[in-house]
C-alpha cells in the first residue's frame, strides 16, 4: 500500500519561515493536499492540489510538489500556527494520510 | 452555513457493533462524496471509508474492509458507518469529512470535518 511520509516534528522561531515536508513514491505524479489540526479541534484544509488555498487561508501559507516530495511552507511563522499539520494523496482507490508532523513556534 | 453532526458514539465490547450517522447541512448532499476518518488517542488521522455522491461506489481502508460498511441516504442528507466485529485497535475519535468531488478520486480532499464522535472499544 502506498504511504506518506513527514518527520513527526519541526521547530521554528517566531516569523521565520517552516516547512515540512511528505514523501511519497512520485508524489509529484499526484495531487497533494494538506490539513492543519490544533489541539481539541477538527483538522482543517490549508492547502489543496498541491499549491492552492481555501478561502480564508493567509498567503503566507503555500505549498509545492514535485518529484518523490510535496512541501508545506509557512512565512512569517506565528505562535498562531502551531499544530500539527498531515499531507494527503489519492493512491490505488484509497485516501492516504501522512503521519503527520507537530509544528513548534518556540 | 454547511454542518456536519456525527452521534452514535460509545462503549462497545469487543466483537461488538455500532452505527455512526452523520447528518449534512448547508450544501447539496448528493454533489459530494463523504468520507469517514479516525484518530485513535494521541495519534495521527487515519483514513477509513469513502462513498460516492450517488453512493455507489464505495472505498475502504485495509484495516476495516469487510468490517466496516458506508452507506448513504441521500433525502435524509445523512452518511452512515456500521462498525462490525470491533476491536480494541478500532477505538477513535470519528470524523465525517465533506469531500470536495462527488466521485473518489484523485482530486478527492476534505473541506469540511464535523466535530467527531468517539469510540471506545473495551471489556
Known amino acids: 500500500s502506498y504511504e506518506l511520509t513527514q518527520p513527526p516534528s519541526v521547530s521554528v522561531s517566531p516569523g521565520q519561515t517552516a516547512s515540512i515536508t511528505c514523501s511519497g513514491d512520485?508524489?509529484?505524479?499526484?495531487?497533494a493536499h494538506w490539513y492543519q489540526q490544533k489541539p481539541g479541534q477538527s483538522p482543517v484544509l490549508v492547502i489543496y492540489?498541491?499549491?492552492n488555498r481555501p478561502s480564508g487561508i493567509p498567503e503566507r501559507v503555500s505549498g509545492s510538489n514535485s518529484g518523490n516530495t510535496a512541501t508545506l511552507t509557512i512565512s512569517g511563522t506565528q505562535a498562531m500556527d502551531e499544530a500539527d499539520y498531515y499531507c494527503?494523496?489519492?493512491?490505488?482507490?484509497?485516501?492516504?494520510f501522512g503521519g503527520g508532523t507537530k509544528l513548534t513556534v518556540l | 452555513e454547511v454542518q456536519l453532526l456525527e452521534s452514535g458514539g460509545g462503549l462497545v465490547q469487543p466483537g461488538g457493533s455500532l452505527r455512526l450517522p452523520c447528518a449534512a447541512s448547508g450544501f447539496i448532499f448528493s454533489s459530494s462524496a463523504m468520507n469517514w476518518v479516525r484518530q485513535a488517542p494521541g495519534k495521527g488521522l487515519e483514513w477509513v471509508s469513502i462513498?460516492?455522491?450517488?453512493?455507489?461506489?464505495?472505498y475502504y481502508a485495509d484495516s476495516v474492509k469487510g468490517r466496516f460498511t458506508i452507506s448513504r441516504d441521500n433525502s435524509k442528507n445523512t452518511v452512515f458507518l456500521k462498525m462490525n466485529s470491533l476491536r480494541a485497535e478500532d477505538t477513535a475519535v470519528y470524523y465525517c469529512?465533506?469531500?470536495?468531488?462527488?466521485?473518489?478520486?484523485?482530486?478527492?480532499?476534505?473541506?469540511?470535518w464535523g466535530k467527531g464522535t468517539t469510540v471506545t472499544v473495551s471489556s
Open positions: 462513498i460516492s455522491g450517488s453512493g455507489d461506489r464505495t
Open positions: 492540489q498541491d499549491r
Open positions: 494527503q494523496a489519492w493512491d490505488s482507490s484509497s485516501v492516504v
Open positions: 469529512a465533506k469531500d470536495i468531488v462527488e466521485e473518489p478520486g484523485p482530486g478527492s480532499r476534505m473541506d469540511v
Open positions: 512520485k508524489l509529484g505524479d499526484k495531487y
